[in-house]
């Protein structure tokens, strides 16, 4: 019999710091994560987080960049709330053991990021997230809580009005599992798999986010897909932007430094969505390098400054691209790289199905509106992790242990029996690729009205192929075949939600660039899109933008 | 930027223990570019020919640490490994489970025993009550003790150098290279208050253990360089804890000897080593070689050209006592 107070789904920085809030509040907690915690995506964040230290910089300043940066659909009450604990956070931080880089009087070191008026990013060389994830686990400990390891989430159990637990897929055991919980913390990343082209980890399939619209909640904002202007080429690996930040350069195939014309002020550190629309269009006015990419340039920062504050990125660039940043310059495009949407909550985690909570790149608070600032989302998991935590604590103190319901499992053994006795279906690899194929070429950086219509019949094409999808694979124990299986159904859910959503959406704002209509338009479009789960796919709705002091400019940088 | 493709020949472990007796080796061959990672290859074989093949992944770019393989018969991660080289150098590509970890499927080991290991060392920040931590900002921490760390913050987990550690294989006492360079970082960490227990408590626990034959860091992905960082530990250990073990003995007196003769006086190491008392328990083996090599027992006379090691020493250590 599993059952547990609180339920932490995921194990990145968000899922750890809602267990640890939790296990403060007396809680009985388990972690069900589909990898070591240690393994998790939060420990591939490069750059820095957040948080407005500097004696020239202010907590009102991090607020407006972050509500300009956000293109006026962040929440500015949940802004506000979130850059007044990003102090505090980082702190705590680096009281839990974090490794930060030091300034040469001992303090934090911060270093300048795009979009931001000061440097303002603490950072631990380029590979500040798995410093956090570290100093984090590390300060958790394993001892104080129930690891379900390699355990995939299959669906949220929602009764009587409320949620009452989950259904998971033991990997190893080979057999899914419910698990009841008197509350639940969806805190399992986001959807990036969604594109081929995406810096996130093969594991980021959008499994929370997917289950909490099966079982009824609204997702929020979906069609805001963040672009990263610098992926390695091939690979789509992430090049920070940090690398900017210490003074990298951006040029096109006549050697120009191109950002000059886009972003005057602040050239190659404007905000991503900026610079992502400015490579993109280099590439299409035929400035490009032949095979379509631009050049990052760092060689002009010497080989000691590269090799310290940018190691990780030599070695990414050596060993993936056959290129020496220390000599050479580095081939990027952009790439799909976050989610601002994700499922709907308030500032304390709270989704629209009571003791359901979600945090970090799952959730959609919204602090990132129509596009975030590099070095808030590890902010935003730590911030709103522990929101969640202390929330779904104060919801389990008061509700029952719920049972533990055969039907559950049987429902899901029932799914996935049908997947593995087909003699003859699809190939749930060859759906996902074709999905990426899909959302890759006709829902990217500019979006037509003519193929993301097209875009939509084509993932609904592949959702009625995924009725008969074929898991070949026949052992149960480590059936990676029948994950892939599960995983690209719940892609093609989140799929069909963003382009749904982009579609209406006339308007360009923050990432979300339609070339029909190129201005943002705050009479219209100035609120947040929910999603939630119709018999002939999503349902949309809107909901208001809450705003307090800033009221709605254009956005130049 | 199509680059030309080769055949590139695959001999992949496998091992489902729900359906097969003995494991065996299934042999693909791709088409690919020298570039193409590993791990690219195995996942293109898993949707092209095989999904029923089976291994962990997640990031792809060598900081997840979910990949670790023996790939030709070294232990690395398949997203950080380019099938050019391995051909250039092998003629095909073989890629088996990790060593020292029970395989579970395929190329997923179980890992249990490496993460207690990890657990053993008691990897967290020990504070002390008497002496808090500054509320509302953070430990002061210069750049040059951060730089004490060395490379151990990059550690990512992958227990690449686990796998390639003979100790590990050999005694199931040895906490093995990851755990020791992590106790390492929390040796160095000026925040932690428990530093002197924790290289008092390491050297019964198996810091001696380590036989210096550097595979670890030959095999780490990540540059940490364990057999490096088990090296400080050791000199840490004896500042803080004094020859208290055989193995701190024996490194002292091993020093010891050179110093004074620039050759080993094997009997006398071996008093060094055991002390008086546990040096009975020698005495069948000093009985066997009194018989085969009497000479290996005779106090040796200073080598020729003794004052090379002494200026050696001194250049080393020119406070030493000697």
Same mark, same amino acid.
């Given at each position: 019999?599993?059952?547990?107070d ?5 194990a990145g ?15 009985d907690?388990?972690?069900v994560s589909k ?16 948080a ?7 907590v009102d300043?991090?607020?407006y960049?972050?509500v300009?940066g956000?293109?006026y ?6 802004i506000e709330f979130?850059?007044r604990?990003a102090g505090p956070?980082v702190?705590?931080m ?7 880089s030091?300034?040469?009087?001992g303090?934090l ?16 060389a380029?590979?500040?997230?798995l410093a956090?994830?570290?100093g ?5 400990g394993v001892?104080?809580?129930t690891?379900y ?7 949220v159990?929602?009764r009587d009005g ?11 055991g080979g057999k ?10 969806l ?7 969604v594109?081929?082209r ?9 499994d929370g986010?997917?289950?909490a619209?099966r ?6 904002d979906?069609e805001f897909v963040?672009?990263h ?5 091939e690979?789509?690996i ?18 120009e430094?191109f ?12 905000s ?12 299409r ?6 095979g ?5 340039e760092?060689m002009?920062?010497g ?6 504050r ?15 940043p ?8 952009p ?16 989704t629209?199905?009571?003791?359901l ?5 799952a ?6 509106g ?7 989302s ?18 389990a103190?008061?509700s ?5 319901l ?10 996935v ?5 087909r ?5 749930p690899?060859h759906l996902?690729?074709?999905?990426q194929?899909t959302?890759?070429?006709?829902v ?5 009205p ?7 019949a ?6 009625a192929?995924?009725?008969?999808v074929?898991v070949?694979?026949?052992s ?17 859910d ?6 749904a ?9 923050g990432?979300h ?6 201005k943002?338009?705050d009479?219209n ?9 119709g ?5 949309l ?13 254009e956005?130049?940088? | 930027m199509?680059a030309?493709?080769?055949?590139t020949p695959?001999e992949?472990y496998r ?7 003995a ?7 791709l088409? /690919? #570019?020298?570039? $193409?990672p @590993?791990?690219?290859? !195995?996942? %293109?074989?898993?949707?092209d ?13 060598a ?6 393989m ?6 690395r /991660? #398949?997203?950080? $490994?380019? @099938?050019?080289?391995e !051909?250039a %150098?092998?003629g095909?590509i073989?890629?088996?489970p ?10 997923v080991?179980?890992?249990k025993?490496?993460w207690?290991r990890?657990r ?5 920040l020990?504070?002390?009550p ?15 003790q951060?730089?004490?760390f ?11 150098c686990?796998s390639?550690?003979?100790?590990v ?11 020791l360079?992590?106790?390492y ?14 290289l008092?408590?390491i050297?019964p626990?198996g ?6 034959c ?19 530990l050791k000199e ?5 804890a004094?020859t208290?073990e055989?193995g ?14 620039g050759?080993l006086?094997?009997f006398?190491?071996?008093r060094?080593t055991?002390?008086a008392m546990?040096?009975?328990r ?5 009985v066997?070689i ?10 040796p ?5 003794i ?12 406070e030493?006592?000697r």
């Open positions: 019999m599993r059952r547990h609180v339920v932490v789904v995921g920085l968000a899922g750890q710091r809602a267990a640890l809030a939790a296990i403060e509040a007396k809680c907690v388990a972690i990898l070591h915690p240690l393994r998790s995506h939060s420990g591939a964040a490069q750059g820095g987080i957040n407005a230290v500097g004696k020239e910089d202010s300043t991090h607020i960049d972050t300009k956000s293109d659909l962040g929440d500015q009450d949940a979130f850059c604990e956070t702190i705590e680096e009281h839990f053991g974090t490794i930060f030091r300034a040469p009087d303090s070191a911060r270093r300048p990021f795009g979009g931001a008026a000061f440097p303002r990013t603490i950072y631990a380029d590979r500040t997230g956090l994830l570290q984090l686990y590390e300060r958790l001892e104080t809580c690891v390891e390699e355990w995939d989430l299959t669906s159990v929602v409320r949620c009452q637990g989950i259904v998971a897929f033991d990997r190893r899914f599992e419910e698990i009841a919980a008197k509350s639940v913390v805190a399992t990343g986001p959807a990036g798999r594109y081929g995406t810096t996130n980890a093969h594991t980021c399939t959008g986010i997917a289950a619209y079982a009824g909640a609204a997702l929020k979906m963040q672009f202007p610098t992926a390695l080429l690979s789509s992430l090049i920070t932007e940090g690398a900017r930040g210490e003074g990298g350069i951006l040029k096109n195939a006549n050697g430094r950002m000059v014309r886009y972003a005057p002020h602040v050239q190659d550190l404007a991503r969505d900026v610079v992502s629309r400015a490579i993109v269009t280099e590439v006015e035929g400035r490009g390098f032949p379509s990419y631009v050049h990052l760092l002009h920062l080989k000691e400054k590269i090799e310290s940018l190691q990780e990125i030599c070695d990414f660039c050596r060993t993936f691209a056959g290129v020496d220390v000599t050479e310059p580095i081939p990027v495009m790439a799909q790289h976050y989610m601002m949407g994700g499922i709907g909550t308030n500032i304390r985690g709270a629209n199905i009571p003791g909570f979600a945090a970090g790149e959730a959609c608070v919204s602090i990132h129509a596009n975030r600032l590099g070095g808030n590890l902010l935003e998991t730590l911030v709103f992790g522990k929101q969640a935590g202390i929330a779904a604590a104060e919801y103190a008061k029952p242990l719920p049972e533990v055969a039907a559950d499992v049987d429902a899901e053994e029932t799914r029996g049908k997947m593995s006795s003699t003859v279906g699809e190939e690899q996902r690729v074709e999905m194929a959302m890759d070429r006709k990217g950086v500019f979006r037509r003519d193929e993301l219509s097209e875009a939509l084509e993932v609904r094409a592949l959702k192929r995924y009725d008969h074929r070949v694979d026949t149960r124990s480590y059936n990676l075949n029948l994950t892939d299986a599960l995983e690209t159904g719940n892609m093609l989140l799929a069909e939600v963003i382009v959503g982009a579609i209406p959406r006339t308007e360009s704002r990432a660039s339609r070339i029909d209509f190129p943002r338009d009479a479009w100035m609120r947040h899109t929910l999603a939630t789960r018999r002939d796919g999503p349902i709705s809107y909901a208001p933008v809450a705003y307090t002091r800033w009221d709605p400019k956005r130049v940088y | 199509a030309t493709t080769v055949p695959f992949v091992f489902d223990p729900s359906k097969d007796k494991p065996r080796y299934d042999r693909f061959t088409d /690919l #570019a020298p570039h $193409t @590993v791990l690219t290859a !195995l996942l %293109k074989i898993r949707s020919s095989d999904p029923s093949l089976t291994l962990r992944y997640s990031c792809r770019s900081i997840c640490g979910s990949c670790a023996v790939i030709n018969s070294k232990s /991660l #398949a997203c950080q $490994t380019q @099938v050019g080289a !051909l %150098k092998h095909k073989v890629i088996e990790m060593r020292s970890q029970a395989v579970v499927r395929d190329l080991v179980d890992q025993p490496f207690n990890y053993q060392i008691e990897p967290h020990k504070t002390d008497n002496d808090p931590m500054p509320v509302g900002k953070e430990n002061p921490m210069t750049p040059e951060v730089e004490r060395k490379e151990t913050p990059r550690c990512i987990a992958c227990a690449a686990y390639a550690c003979p100790a294989e050999a005694d199931p006492e040895f906490p093995g290279p990851m755990a360079a992590k106790l970082r929390f040796v160095v960490d000026p925040r932690d208050k428990d530093t002197k227990n924790r008092v408590r050297q626990e810091l001696w253990l380590c036989l210096r550097h595979l670890c860091t030959e095999a780490c992905p990540k540059d940490v360089r364990p057999s490096e960082r088990i090296r400080d840490l250990a004896i500042a803080a004094g208290s055989n701190s003995r024996h490194a002292v007196g091993f020093k010891d000897n050179i110093a004074g003769a050759v006086n094997e006398k190491l071996v060094q055991y002390g546990d040096l009975l020698q005495v069948p083996q000093g066997k009194a018989r085969k090599k009497p000479e290996l027992l005779k106090k006379h200073p080598i020729e050209g004052e090379e090691v002494e200026a050696i020493y001194r250049a080393l250590d020119p030493g006592d």
